[in-house]
């Protein structure tokens, strides 16, 4: 299994950006059952959960991205997406895709978020 993270990039404060994550060569019904996230990794700071979704759909936030993100997963593409807005220079940093499936953790390479003017 190969989570490829996409979409990072340099954005002003205030700017919007949309990560996306394929999990390659994980089979359909493995993928439904999986839980999605996105971590990120400030500089110099520890990896922390950004959000999650379940296999039912269902989000949960880090307090301080509530109302500017939002987590969706697209089953049918094995996608799980983040859609940021509002941007501020403290949510710069690595931006992870995780899987947890049947027991097991998979994690993506980070796409780098930079919120700066």
């Known amino acids: 299994v190969q989570l490829q993270a996409s979409g990072g990039g340099l954005v002003q404060p205030g700017g919007s950006l949309r990560l996306s994550c394929h999990a390659q060569r994980m089979i359909l019904s493995t993928y439904q059952m999986a839980r999605m996230a996105w971590y990120r990794q400030p500089p110099g700071e520890p990896r922390e959960l950004v959000a999650e979704?379940?296999?039912?759909?269902?989000?949960t936030y880090q307090d301080s991205v509530k109302g500017r993100f939002t987590i969706s997963r697209d089953n049918g593409k094995r996608r799980v997406y983040l859609q940021m807005a509002s941007l501020m220079p403290d949510d710069t940093g690595d931006y992870y895709c995780?899987?947890?499936?049947?027991?097991?953790?998979?994690w993506g390479q980070g796409t780098q978020v930079t919120v700066s003017s």
């Open positions: 995780y899987a947890n499936v049947y027991g097991q953790d998979y």
């Open positions: 979704i379940s296999s039912s759909g269902q989000p």
